[in-house]
């Protein structure tokens, strides 16, 4: 901010008369402060790219070389789906639909604090399955889940609540929280990396701004990863070695990418974002892989937009990154909805573990 230019200072008493001046709309609130400046800072990362969210998607489509594109599941033009893109889209889809979502041994031992919508929902015979939910992860705690659902129904009550707020109040603890109860809880880990930077800059297309997102679930380095990283090389223009496009978390290899935004911020803006970061993600990991070709396996992403999540899937080969959208997972509107986002986190983690670490560990033999 610019300083004054008048060295003598103002007195008091004026700036107690300007507070109180009849006509003039109250002292902004602290929330609200705190939204203005989110949204200027939005505004400040579109002129800082010159290009609007609409014309980035438009050049990622017209790159000659691995272009991405966005495309709807069963979009007739790219040709049928890759299989495991097709697994992963039906196994998160049944979650989405509230099957199998719950795990208790007596569902009427949880139901009795539950507001009447939820009590009425987690008595569907098809959400609770003890058998096949557990083997992901252990119920969360209701009052938890409760908790976190009160919060974001009051945030979007018009409030003027901030992104950082939702982030730090709403997405953050339902992400700990599914992490906490995961079975993969010990080697796996969630990184803010919203003031991360993409590095080198080289990993970014030319034209694009370097977009970054919200959190990331990486690897824990197992012994394997920990021999591996010694003969990991520093990239060209790099400082600072890392598995990834960025210095955060630079010891853990990134498996899930998550963006996150206010309600009444635009999808569009949250696709060029993830799509630009995925992209260099991508890029690094080819670094790291050579020359051998192939299918890549399907990725998840996922961007919450206030209280909606919805999940995306990559599939990329030696031509295009395709990002297929998308599935509506769930919300913090009610509990027996977040229930249906933290199944399908416990599902990625599981992935994460089950697929993505042996792929991983499978380049850097």
């Given amino acids: 901010m610019q300083e004054d230019s008048d060295p003598t200072p103002r007195p008091l008493k004026r700036v107690r008369d300007l507070n109180n001046l009849p006509g003039l709309p109250p002292s902004p609130t602290r929330s609200a402060l705190s939204a203005t400046a989110s949204e200027a800072s939005e505004v400040e990362s579109h002129l800082s790219g010159r290009l609007s969210p609409v014309k980035q998607l438009q050049l990622l489509e017209d790159f000659e070389e691995n272009p991405v594109f966005f495309r709807n599941f069963n979009d007739e033009e790219e040709g049928e789906e890759p299989e495991d893109v097709t697994a992963m889209r039906r196994a998160t889809q049944q979650f989405a639909d509230g099957i199998a979502i719950l795990g208790y041994p ?27 939910r557990c083997v992901l992860g252990s119920m969360p705690s209701t009052a ?46 969630i990184h803010n990396v919203k003031t991360a930077r993409i590095e080198p800059a080289s990993l970014v297309r030319s034209t694009l701004p370097g977009r970054v997102i919200d959190y990331v679930v990486a690897l824990n380095p197992d012994p394997s990863i920990k021999q591996a990283w010694r003969r990991l090389r520093l990239l060209p223009c790099a ?25 009444m911020k635009s999808w569009t803006d949250g696709k060029p974002q993830i799509a630009i970061w995925t992209d260099a993600w991508l890029k690094r990991l080819a670094l790291i892989r050579g020359n051998t070709g192939g299918q890549w396996p399907a990725l998840p992403l996922l961007i919450a937009q206030g209280h909606d999540w919805h999940f995306l899937i990559v599939s990329k080969n030696d031509y295009k990154l395709t990002i297929w959208e998308q599935i509506d997972i769930g919300n913090t509107r009610s509990c027996f909805d977040a229930m249906k986002v933290v199944t399908v986190l416990h599902w990625l983690m599981d992935w994460a573990e089950r697929v993505w670490r042996p792929w991983l560990l499978g380049l850097l033999e």
Avoid: C
């Avoid at 992400?175 to 880990?189: C, E, I, P, V």
């Fill in 106 to 132: 007596d569902i009427n031992t949880v139901i009795s604090a539950l507001p009447p919508m939820d009590k009425m929902r987690f008595q569907y015979s098809w959400a609770n399955d003890l058998e096949q």
């Fill in 239 to 263: 400082s600072i070695k890392s598995w990834n496009h960025t210095t955060r978390a630079r010891h853990n290899p990134i498996a899930i990418n998550i963006e996150t935004k206010g309600p």
């Fill in 144 to 189: 938890q889940m409760l908790d976190i659902v009160d919060t974001a129904r009051k945030y979007d009550g018009g409030s003027g609540v901030s992104e950082d707020e939702w982030n730090s109040e709403v997405q953050h603890p339902l992400l700990k929280l599914a992490l906490n109860t995961s079975k993969h809880r010990q080697t796996l880990d």
